[in-house]
C-alpha cells in the first residue's frame, strides 16, 4: 500500500477534534483535514482525496457508517475507514469490521499513539 | 252464479223446514182424505214440498260433486310432491333397497359415486360389503329393521378403494303389496365432505384471523397460494391478489429480498424442513419461521409464519441503549479530559513546570482510575441483565492457567512478585467463555500480587474435586481480615488499609468475579487465615465426555515467570 498521508477526520466532539490535531499533527504529521458533520465533510472529500477516513460512530444527523457509505459513492472507489467509539464490546464494532472496517479505536484514545495505531493498522491492510 | 256461503246455508235449511212442514200437512191430510174434500191448500203445500226437495236435492249435489273434485284434484298435487321428493332424496342422499337376505337389489347413482363400485358390482351382493371387515353392525342393523322398526343413526362405512366415510343413515323397513316384510330401504347422507369442510372452514377461519402473518407459496416458484389477513397487511394487498399468483419476490425490496433469498436457501437447497430467522422489513423487524411442506397433490410448497417483533426489539434496545448511552455518555468527556493531559504529560505543547507536571500526573491517574470504574460498572451491568452473552467453548484450564501468566508478568514484576505455576499433567476441560475467565484470573492475579510482600510468590494450581475443577490463586500477603470476610464480594468494597495509591482498585473487581463465575454455573470462595495469605478459588463443573486420562497424577511445574 502507499504512503499514508492525508486523513479525513469527521467528529461531532469539537474537543476531541482538537485532541486529535494535536495528536496526528503535532505527535505524528498527517495531511488532516477535520470536519464536525459528515455532510461538511462529504461536500469537500473529492477536493481532498484522502487516503483514509477517520470516522466518530455516533453522531446526530448523519452517523459514521452514514459517511463512509456516501464517501464511498462520491469517490466512486473504496476507501480505507477505520472508526472511532465510545460503545465499548458493542455489536455496532463487529459489524463495521465484518463490513470491511479496517479498524475500530475505543475511546478514551491515547493521543501519544494515535499516529502509530493508525499506522500500524494501515501497513496490515 | 256464485252464491254466499252463508246464503246456501240458509236456503238449505229454510228448505228443509217448509220440507218438513208440507210432509207433516201432507201426511195429515191423506189421513183424513176420506172425511173431507180435497183442500186446495194441500196442492199448494205439496208444490211447496217438491220445490224444497228439488231445492235440497241440488245443493246436496252440487256438493258431493264439488268435494270429488276437490280430492281427485289433492290426489293428483300430493302424488305430484311425492314424486318430487322421492327425486329430491334421491338427487341428495344415497338409497338402496335390500331383500330379505341382505342382498342389494337397486341403489340410485349417488349411491353408485359415494361408494366407487358399478352397479353389477353390487347388485345382487350382500350390503354387508360395505361395513368393512371392522363395522360388526350390519347384522344388528339388520335385526331392527326385521322386527319392523326404523333405523337411524351414523355409520362408518367403506368404499371401494378402503375409504372410510361417515354417513347419516336411515333404514326402513319394507313390504309388499300383501303388507308382507320384504326387505328395507336405506337412506344415507354423506356426511364425511360436511365434516371435513366445516373443520377446513374452521381451520381456514383460524388462520385467517391469526395475528402472525401466514404466508404460503411454491418452492420453485414462490408463486402466493395464500395469505392471512395480517400477511395481506404487511404486504398492502387485498385478497384479490392472491388469484394473480404473484411471486414473493415482487413484493420485497431488493435488501428484504436478498435476507429472504438466505433464509429459505437451507430448505431449497439442504435437507432442512424449518429455517428461522430475524430480519428487517420496511414495515418493522420480523422474525420469520418457514417449514417445508407437501400440498395434497404432493407439490412441495413453504409456509412462511411472520412475527412482528418491532416492540421486542424495541424494549430490548432500550435497555441496550440505556447501558451503551452511560457508557457513551462517560468515556466521552473522558477521551477529551485524558487526551488533554497526557498531551500535557507527554510534552507535545511544550516543557511543564516541575510543578506543573506534578498535577498533570495526578489529574491524569485519577482520569485513569475514573475511566476503571466506569468500565467495571458497565461490565457488572451487562453481566446482570444477561447482555454481555457468554461465547462458551470447550477449553483447557491449563491453557488458561498459563496465558494468565503470560498477561499478568508484567504487573507481577510491577510488585515485586513472581507467579508460579501449578499445574496438571492432565487435560481439565471445561466450557467457558475464556475471555471473561481470563479476567476472573487477572482479577484475582492482580489482587493476589498487590497484597503480597515484595518477593514473595503468588502461587495457581488446579485441582480435581470430583465433578468439579478448581482453580486457585494463593498469596502470601496479610489475609482477609475476619470483619470484611462476609462483604468482600459486594460492590465497592475495599478493605480498610489496602488502598495502595500504586495500584487503585475500583471495589467492583471481585464482584465481577463471582458474577463471571456464577455464569459458568460455578462457585467463587477463598480461604484466609489472619498474616499467613489467602488463596482464593472458584470451581467449576467438569466439561463431560471430555478425553481425560485414567490416571491423574498431578505433576508440580514450577515456573518463574518474573
Known amino acids: 500500500m502507499t504512503e499514508l498521508k492525508t486523513i479525513l477526520h469527521v467528529d461531532d466532539d469539537e474537543d476531541i477534534l482538537e485532541i486529535a490535531r494535536m495528536a496526528l499533527t503535532l505527535v505524528d504529521s498527517f495531511d488532516l483535514h477535520q470536519f464536525k458533520t459528515g455532510t461538511e465533510a462529504l461536500q469537500a472529500i473529492e477536493t481532498i482525496q484522502p487516503d483514509l477516513l477517520l470516522l466518530d460512530v455516533m453522531m446526530p444527523n448523519m452517523s459514521g457508517p452514514d459517511v463512509w457509505k456516501g464517501a464511498v459513492a462520491k469517490l466512486g472507489r473504496d476507501i480505507p475507514t477505520i472508526f472511532m467509539t465510545a460503545k465499548a464490546e458493542d455489536e455496532m464494532s463487529v459489524e463495521l469490521k465484518t463490513s470491511g472496517a479496517l479498524e475500530v479505536i475505543t475511546k478514551p484514545f491515547d493521543p501519544i499513539t494515535l499516529g502509530s495505531q493508525i499506522r500500524t493498522v494501515w501497513a496490515s491492510a | ?562
Open chain 2, 1 to 562: 252464479m256464485k252464491m254466499p256461503n252463508w246464503l246456501k246455508w240458509v236456503a238449505l235449511v229454510a228448505s228443509n223446514i217448509a220440507m218438513s212442514l208440507s210432509l207433516t200437512v201432507s201426511v195429515a191430510n191423506v189421513l183424513n182424505f176420506g172425511t173431507r174434500p180435497a183442500d186446495p191448500a194441500f196442492f199448494g203445500l205439496f208444490a211447496v214440498f217438491g220445490c224444497a226437495v228439488a231445492t235440497t236435492t241440488y245443493f246436496i249435489v252440487r256438493r258431493i260433486r264439488r268435494r270429488a273434485n276437490a280430492s281427485a284434484e289433492s290426489i293428483l298435487l300430493r302424488d305430484l310432491a311425492i314424486d318430487l321428493r322421492d327425486k329430491a332424496l334421491t338427487e341428495h342422499t344415497m338409497v338402496n333397497i335390500t331383500n330379505l337376505d341382505g342382498l342389494i337389489e337397486s341403489v340410485n347413482t349417488n349411491f353408485l359415486n359415494g361408494f366407487g363400485y358399478s352397479e353389477d358390482e353390487l347388485i345382487g351382493h350382500r350390503a354387508n360389503i360395505l361395513y368393512g371387515e371392522r363395522n360388526r353392525s350390519f347384522d344388528g342393523i339388520r335385526d331392527v329393521v326385521s322386527r319392523g322398526m326404523v333405523w337411524q343413526g351414523q355409520e362408518d362405512l367403506v368404499t371401494k378403494t378402503g375409504e372410510t366415510i361417515r354417513l347419516q343413515t336411515t333404514i326402513l323397513p319394507r313390504y309388499d303389496e300383501m303388507g308382507v316384510h320384504s326387505g328395507s330401504v336405506s337412506v344415507r347422507t354423506d356426511l364425511t365432505s360436511a365434516i371435513a369442510q366445516g373443520a377446513e372452514a374452521a381451520r381456514n377461519a383460524i388462520a385467517e384471523n391469526l395475528p402472525d402473518e401466514i404466508f404460503v407459496y411454491d418452492l420453485k416458484t414462490f408463486a402466493f397460494h395464500y395469505a392471512n389477513a395480517a400477511g395481506r397487511r404487511r404486504l398492502s394487498v387485498d385478497v384479490d391478489f392472491l388469484s394473480e399468483r404473484k411471486s414473493v419476490l415482487e413484493l420485497l425490496n431488493p435488501v428484504e429480498a436478498a435476507q429472504f433469498k438466505a433464509h429459505i436457501a437451507p430448505l431449497i437447497d439442504g435437507d432442512a424442513s424449518v429455517a428461522r430467522t430475524e430480519m428487517r422489513h420496511r414495515k418493522g423487524e420480523i422474525e420469520v419461521t418457514t417449514h417445508k411442506v407437501h400440498d395434497i397433490t404432493g407439490t412441495e410448497q413453504l409456509v412462511s409464519v411472520v412475527r412482528d417483533i418491532t416492540e421486542r426489539k424495541r424494549a430490548e434496545q432500550m435497555k441496550l441503549t440505556s447501558v451503551s448511552t452511560v457508557s457513551h455518555e462517560l468515556r466521552t468527556p473522558l477521551t477529551s479530559i485524558r487526551g488533554a493531559l497526557r498531551l500535557l504529560e507527554a510534552g507535545v505543547t511544550g516543557e511543564l513546570s516541575p510543578e506543573a507536571e506534578k498535577l498533570v500526573r495526578m489529574a491524569n491517574k485519577n482520569s485513569e482510575q475514573l475511566l476503571a470504574i466506569v468500565n467495571d460498572i458497565l461490565t457488572l451491568q451487562k453481566l446482570s441483565c444477561g447482555e454481555l452473552s457468554m461465547n462458551k467453548d470447550i477449553i483447557d484450564l491449563r491453557d488458561l492457567l498459563s496465558e494468565a501468566i503470560e498477561s499478568n508478568a508484567l504487573f507481577a514484576r510491577e510488585c515485586d512478585v513472581h507467579l508460579v505455576l501449578r499445574s496438571r499433567q492432565t487435560p481439565a476441560m471445561v466450557e467457558a467463555d475464556s475471555a471473561r475467565l481470563m479476567q476472573v484470573m487477572s482479577n484475582l492475579i492482580s489482587n493476589a500480587a498487590k497484597f503480597s510482600p515484595p518477593g514473595s510468590g503468588v502461587e495457581l494450581h488446579i485441582q480435581d474435586l470430583g465433578d468439579k475443577w478448581r482453580v486457585a490463586v494463593s498469596d502470601e500477603g496479610p489475609g482477609i481480615p475476619e470483619h470484611a470476610r462476609d462483604t468482600i464480594f459486594n460492590s465497592f468494597t475495599q478493605v480498610e488499609g489496602t488502598k495502595s495509591d500504586k495500584h487503585p482498585s475500583t471495589g467492583l473487581g471481585l464482584t465481577i468475579c463471582k458474577e463471571v463465575v456464577r455464569q459458568h454455573d460455578g462457585e467463587i470462595g477463598f480461604e484466609s487465615t489472619d498474616g499467613r495469605g489467602s488463596t482464593f478459588h472458584f470451581d467449576l463443573p467438569k466439561h463431560v465426555g471430555s478425553a481425560e486420562s485414567v490416571e491423574s497424577v498431578e505433576l508440580e511445574l514450577p515456573r518463574l515467570s518474573a
